[in-house]
């Protein structure tokens, strides 16, 4: 990992880099870290020289021993960081040959200054900044089930009151507001989740999800959807490039793609607005006060006016005037005695 780039140390480390190095403080070091790296460890740490520390990748193969540096950081030594070593990098173990005369400090946890070099150590790495960042928003007033379970990215912005449960990862520029309830099993990428809003079991990437309302469980919620004050994405709902207004519901098994929905309206299990016609999407218009029955195929472009109706199992193709219904499937036939002329025989197990 380039060491510039090492987001484990601190500012405040960095900061105590008053302490000069010497053979005492190099000792304690290497007591600090012998469980981490054990005796070979601390055998070859206690061998260094003053004129520098080497990474363990790129010592001769019988000398590659576990090393580390103890954060003996100046700021003026990073820019004369260079890259001329086997794997290209710029180490912040170099510093201790730049700085003369050489100063060192104790740092509070000695894991802020391991490298990464494998995934195992990555994921130590990774597992030391959640904990710090988790225990950063705790104090802030943001409740967590359990912390370690809990994957926050350093650019998420979280208010006081927010609860998050078990399985939560927000990540890119996701905020959540004050009395939100987000979790258990939720994936949130560069989305918003309003205040007092609920989201469960569900997945947001580019979504913006207005006060008080509810997503999930099982929802996808794609880039371009906004969910206003009230409005709800529920059970197997998928919801693109679209609007839903206040208080209007998508309670469960929907595809929304590409639609206006207005306040107070509600969608129908089942209900799919066919905005792709193989070539180009188009839009569907629902206004305020709609009642779309389930199953009702919605094939765009279309517009369903205000306070109307469709019925279960339609295929709209038409625009719907304000206030009608609109119905679309064959009649019904019913054929008499037709079990009996087939001569069906009971089959207790249905098959």
Same mark, same amino acid.
């Given at each position: 990992?380039?060491?510039?780039?090492?987001?484990?140390?601190?500012?405040?480390?960095?900061?105590?880099?008053?302490?000069?190095?010497?053979?005492?403080?190099?000792?304690?070091?290497?007591?600090?870290?012998?469980?981490?790296?054990?005796?070979?460890?601390?055998?070859?740490?206690?061998?260094?020289?003053?004129?520098?520390?080497?990474?363990?990748?790129?010592?001769?193969?019988?000398?590659?021993?576990?090393?580390?540096?103890?954060?003996?950081?100046?700021?003026?030594?990073?820019?004369?960081?260079?890259?001329?070593?086997?794997?290209?990098?710029?180490?912040?173990?170099?510093?201790?040959?730049?700085?003369?005369?050489?100063?060192?400090?104790?740092?509070?946890?000695?894991?802020?200054?391991?490298?990464?070099?494998?995934?195992?150590?990555?994921?130590?790495?990774?597992?030391?900044?959640?904990?710090?960042?988790?225990?950063?928003?705790?104090?802030?007033?943001?409740?967590?089930?359990?912390?370690?379970?809990?994957?926050?990215?350093?650019?998420?912005?979280? +208010?006081?009151?927010?609860?998050?449960?078990?399985?939560?990862?927000?990540?890119?520029?996701?905020?959540?507001?004050?009395?939100?309830?987000?979790?258990?099993?939720?994936?949130?990428?560069?989305?918003?989740?309003?205040?007092?809003?609920?989201?469960?079991?569900?997945?947001?990437?580019?979504?913006?999800?207005?006060?008080?309302?509810?997503?999930?469980?099982?929802?996808?919620?794609?880039?371009?959807?906004?969910?206003?004050?009230? +409005?709800?994405?529920?059970?197997?709902?998928?919801?693109?490039?679209?609007?839903?207004?206040?208080?209007?519901?998508?309670?469960?098994?929907?595809?929304?793609?590409?639609?206006?929905?207005?306040?107070?309206?509600?969608?129908?299990?089942?209900?799919?607005?066919?905005?792709?016609?193989?070539?180009?999407?188009?839009?569907?218009?629902?206004?305020?006060?709609?009642?779309?029955?389930?199953?009702?195929?919605?094939?765009?472009?279309?517009?369903?006016?205000?306070?109307?109706?469709?019925?279960?199992?339609?295929?709209?193709?038409?625009?719907?005037?304000?206030?009608?219904?609109?119905?679309?499937?064959?009649?019904?036939?019913?054929?008499?005695?037709?079990?009996?002329?087939?001569?069906?025989?009971?089959?207790?197990?249905?098959?």
């Amino acid at each position: 990992m380039p060491a510039k780039r090492n987001p484990r140390i601190p500012p405040r480390a960095l900061k105590r880099a008053t302490m000069l190095w010497s053979r005492e403080f190099t000792e304690r070091v290497a007591r600090d870290m012998a469980e981490w790296g054990g005796q070979e460890f601390m055998e070859t740490f206690m061998n260094f020289s003053y004129g520098g520390l080497y990474d363990r990748n790129v010592l001769p193969q019988k000398t590659r021993e576990l090393c580390a540096v103890a954060a003996c950081v100046m700021a003026n030594a990073l820019p004369q960081l260079r890259t001329d070593n086997a794997k290209k990098e710029e180490y912040l173990t170099d510093v201790v040959g730049i700085l003369a005369p050489v100063a060192g400090f104790e740092v509070e946890d000695h894991r802020q200054t391991l490298g990464v070099n494998s995934h195992d150590q990555l994921a130590a790495a990774d597992a030391l900044m959640r904990e710090r960042i988790n225990a950063a928003w705790m104090v802030a007033g943001v409740w967590m089930q359990d912390p370690y379970s809990t994957y926050l990215d350093a650019t998420v912005a979280l +208010s006081p009151g927010v609860r998050l449960y078990p399985g939560v990862h927000l990540e890119g520029a996701t905020s959540v507001a004050a009395g939100a309830v987000v979790g258990p099993q939720v994936f949130a990428i560069d989305s918003s989740i309003g205040t007092g809003a609920r989201v469960w079991y569900s997945v947001l990437r580019g979504a913006e999800v207005g006060e008080q309302v509810d997503v999930g469980p099982f929802a996808s919620l794609r880039p371009g959807t906004v969910l206003h004050r009230g +409005s709800k994405a529920g059970t197997f709902v998928e919801i693109k490039a679209s609007t839903v207004g206040p208080g209007s519901k998508v309670p469960h098994l929907a595809y929304i793609g590409d639609a206006s929905i207005g306040e107070d309206s509600n969608i129908g299990a089942g209900t799919i607005t066919c905005n792709y016609d193989g070539f180009r999407k188009h839009r569907t218009v629902i206004g305020n006060h709609v009642f779309i029955g389930s199953d009702t195929m919605l094939v765009a472009p279309v517009e369903i006016g205000d306070g109307a109706f469709t019925g279960a199992g339609s295929a709209i193709t038409r625009d719907v005037s304000p206030g009608s219904l609109a119905v679309e499937r064959s009649q019904q036939r019913e054929v008499p005695g037709y079990a009996a002329r087939r001569g069906r025989a009971d089959d207790p197990e249905g098959e």
